[in-house]
């Protein structure tokens, strides 16, 4: 047992202290999205995620012409169920021999991708879910969070809105983990910044297509501030019926949960004029942006969702840490991942925290503007605050992960 | 909770019992007619929809229009739909029906996805009927008064016609009995088809209604076809008034239901659903013998 011990050691640290050269398991980096393909959550992540991907490698490759092996991109469909994630996450890892996951949309898929990962000690790095539990009591070695979760939307909203005056807020939220959880840290967000909860939150079924009945509630209690965590088709519901019983028109401001740029689209911006959410990065947040913007709008043929510019970031990082690894070794690429500070045209002022493998990045308030302030299609957000990394994201004080270490594993 | 509040909340029930009525008319009137389980209404509904978008987005045509060109539209793919395919099926158990409305209905959503994809479209009311209408306890948005006005004018049409008209008693006679109804040289499979055409048209202008308040997206019938049917089931299989009555009544008691406790809302349907079909299995107001 011991004399085999020293072996593997040896076989580990020999090509390390012989050549400096790249290791790869069957001589390819093999990076596989496992997200909604077809479902409701296909318009933000899947095909234009997997093309976000391709150009990612493609332009890791041209950059980095001594880079000895090759890397493949595939998108596998988890239609946004459990189960089927469970299963086509074993099936990447072990027949298609994938070293990373990443992307997927939905936070149930996410949690059964990341506990695959950690049994098989691969890598997973989801931009797509918002669930914080994935760098709380689900955390581990294995697994990384990009791009946004429910603490950064709701303390990053719930504090701003607050304390640019919104002081009263009544609340709405679909019933079910992702917005229980939402609504949770927005209400303390709120509270924390000097603001008062005028009303209980009210749970909401889930899916909905009604929400006449909160809307009149909301214009009864008159709050300063209508707060949903609903997502997707809810929200555009919601919205529609804020509008349709004038809420706005009777000084009842909107501040939404999470807010993808499709959501908007779907109802026409001066729907949502006025209305603020928190998002990790939007097309035309500056230059870098934009002009990474316009070859994806010639490649897929409309402007990117935040996560998929998210999948590029974070493909991009990845492959990176494989080069500074020169290994494509899970153990030896997360070391390289944790503590690593970067920045491109997504993350600003980015680390990828060694505790908990939460990828802190400064995030953005934005408020919809209206259509006839719109320089062109899909131009939505005006900026009106930024969270700076360290205070976007769950404090680590605060942090519920306890983090496996290699060793007791 | 106070009478206003119950009050406002009778009328948003209303709204929502509007499409649950006119969606469980047409297919209670299927039902009764062809004996079929017409799975797809959800998705025709949602055809009714898109078709107004997307004739507004290529021709400007407005929401007056659509009210009337869109349900046409739907009206005639039902009828395509009956003489091509549904037709074929109605010599076999009723399982088989099931089977082939609901693969198309698949089909329809994902053609569908594939043109627009799968988030919604925006879709504008009518300008004439953008404010809202003081009712004395509150202001309501006028459009909503509209949905409830026509859905009840549409639905009492029907049953008038059915019941009480030349044309519904052969509707009837064909359902009562074909080869009788037959014998007195009536075209017993044009009157099937035109009744399916009815269904879907009458899915169609449900579908048009619903764009300026509901979602508009590919998905948006199969969320409201599950509720429909439970509404079928709770008012009678087949029955024309029933499917009215209950769908109105599911409408508002879903919506006290939401104002006094959120979460129970949409599980009230089938409580009352189940004990329905413990209590009185032919529904509340289906005939004696369940059929």
């Not at chain 2, 158990?93 to 693969?103: D, K, Q, S």
């Not at chain 2, 009788?180 to 009815?198: C, E, Q």
Request: aromatic share 10%; proline share 3%; hydrophobic share 45%.
């Amino acid at each position: 047992m011991k004399t085999s011990r020293i072996l593997i050691a040896l076989l580990c640290a020999a090509p390390a202290a012989f050549a400096q050269k790249l290791q790869l398991s069957g001589d390819a980096v093999k990076i596989g999205l496992l997200t909604d393909m077809n479902g409701v959550y296909s318009a933000i992540s899947g095909p234009g995620a997997l093309k976000s991907a391709e150009m990612a490698a493609d332009d890791f490759m041209k950059a980095n012409k001594d880079f000895a092996g090759k890397v493949s991109v595939i998108a596998v469909d988890h239609q946004n169920k459990a189960d089927i994630a469970t299963n086509k996450a074993n099936e990447m890892f072990e027949r298609q021999e994938i070293d990373l996951i990443t992307d997927n949309v939905n936070s149930a898929t996410a949690l059964a991708i990341a506990s695959v990962t950690q049994q098989r000690n691969k890598l997973f790095i989801n931009t797509g879910a918002g669930t914080s539990q994935l760098t709380n009591e689900n955390c581990n070695h294995n697994t990384f969070h990009y791009a946004y979760d429910n603490y950064m939307l709701a303390n990053g909203t719930g504090t701003a809105v607050t304390k640019q005056g919104g002081k009263t807020w009544y609340m709405i939220y679909p019933n079910y983990a992702f917005g229980q959880n939402l609504e949770r840290q927005m209400r303390a967000a709120v509270e924390k910044a000097g603001g008062k909860i005028v009303a209980p939150s009210d749970a909401t079924p889930f899916p909905n297509t009604d929400f006449s009945t909160f809307i009149l509630k909301a214009q009864s209690l008159k709050p300063q501030i209508f707060g949903t965590m609903q997502a997707g088709a809810d929200l555009v519901n919601v919205v529609k019926q804020y509008n349709e019983f004038g809420l706005k028109k009777q000084g009842i401001g909107l501040a939404i949960g999470l807010l993808f740029e499709s959501d908007v689209a779907a109802l026409g911006q001066d729907a949502y004029e006025g209305a603020t959410a928190t998002v990790p990065w939007f097309w035309n947040l500056d230059k870098k942006a934009t002009d990474w913007t316009r070859r994806f709008e010639k490649e897929v043929g409309h402007k990117p969702s935040f996560d998929q510019a998210a999948v590029y970031s974070a493909v991009t990082t990845y492959l990176d840490a494989v080069k500074r690894a020169k290994t494509d070794d899970p153990e030896k690429v997360i070391a390289a991942l944790e503590g690593h500070g970067f920045n491109d045209f997504f993350a600003h002022n980015a680390t990828i925290r060694k505790e908990d493998h939460r990828v802190i990045l400064d995030v953005y308030q934005v408020k919809v503007k209206p259509k006839k302030d719109a320089k062109e299609e899909g131009d939505y957000y005006t900026k009106i605050n930024t969270t700076s990394a360290k205070d976007a994201f769950t404090p680590l004080s605060e942090s519920k992960c306890k983090m496996a270490t290699t060793a007791s594993r | 909770m106070n009478w206003q509040l119950v009050l406002i909340q009778v009328f948003n029930g209303l709204v929502n019992g509007a499409f649950y009525a006119l969606l469980s008319l047409g297919l209670a009137v299927i039902f009764g007619m062809l004996g079929i389980v017409n799975f797809a209404h959800g998705a025709l509904y949602m055809l009714g929809a898109f078709i107004a978008y997307a004739i507004g987005e290529r021709f400007g045509i407005g929401f007056w229009p659509a009210l009337i060109v869109a349900p046409i539209a739907v009206g005639i793919i039902g009828v395509v739909l009956e003489r091509l395919l549904l037709r074929r099926l109605y010599d076999v158990p009723a399982a088989y029906n099931l089977l082939l409305t609901f693969g198309l209905t698949l089909l329809i959503q994902d053609g569908v996805r594939v043109i627009y994809g799968i988030s919604g479209q925006p879709y504008a009311g009518p300008a004439q009927l953008g404010g809202a209408t003081n009712l004395g306890f509150t202001y309501f948005p006028t459009y909503r008064l509209f949905v409830i006005g026509v859905s009840i004018l549409l639905c009492g049409t029907t049953w008038f016609i059915i019941e009480r008209t030349r044309v519904g008693a052969v509707v009837r006679a064909c359902t009562e009995n074909p080869t009788v109804t037959r014998a007195f040289g009536i075209d017993v499979s044009l009157w099937v088809t035109a009744v399916f055409g009815f269904g879907a048209l009458l899915a169609g202008i449900a579908g048009v209604m619903a764009a300026p308040i509901y979602s508009v997206d590919p998905l948006m019938g199969a969320d409201l076809i599950v509720t429909t049917f439970a509404v079928v089931v709770i008012g009678g299989l087949g029955s024309i008034l029933g499917s009215v009555m209950t769908g109105f009544m599911v409408g508002v008691l879903v919506a006290i239901g939401s104002a006094v406790y959120p979460p129970i809302a949409n599980t009230l349907i089938f409580i009352l659903m189940a004990l329905v079909l413990l209590l009185r299995p032919s529904g509340l107001f289906g005939l004696a013998e369940a059929r």
